[in-house]
């Protein structure tokens, strides 16, 4: 029901525009967010958009780099990412979740099935 694009390989200091569109039901009223999970280590929370777009969350490691934005027209949730470093290397997730934004993937109840982007320096 969730459906990420966008990853690919970029050299450092890069840009990359991720999507997450929702199919088969409306997240229109849900919080999106975006993990990221790197070779041998947990997923970790990377950034956060309530249902209206007004409000926004980023794990520190990004504030300043990337983007969180969404269009509930489209039902898409977008992660635009800058300044690409090395370490910004994983498989990035989109998910939605009913209630208010947030950092813990447990109140993520839909998961896209994740796509790669690789940062070479």
């Known amino acids: 029901q969730l459906q990420a694009s966008g990853g690919g390989l970029v050299q450092a200091g890069g840009s990359l525009r991720l999507s997450c569109v929702a199919s088969?039901?409306?997240?229109?009223?849900?919080?999106r967010g975006w993990f990221r999970q790197a070779p041998g280590k947990e997923r970790e929370f990377v950034a956060a958009i309530d249902w209206s777009g007004v409000s926004t969350y980023y794990t520190d490691s990004v504030k300043g780099r990337f983007t969180i934005s969404r269009d509930n027209a489209k039902n898409t949730v977008y992660l635009q990412m800058n300044s690409l470093k090395p370490e910004d290397t994983a498989v990035y997730y989109c998910a939605a979740g009913f209630g208010p934004y947030s950092s813990s993937d447990s109140d993520y109840g839909y998961w896209g099935q994740g796509t790669l982007v690789t940062v070479s320096s």
């Open positions: 088969g039901r409306t997240f229109t009223s849900y919080a």
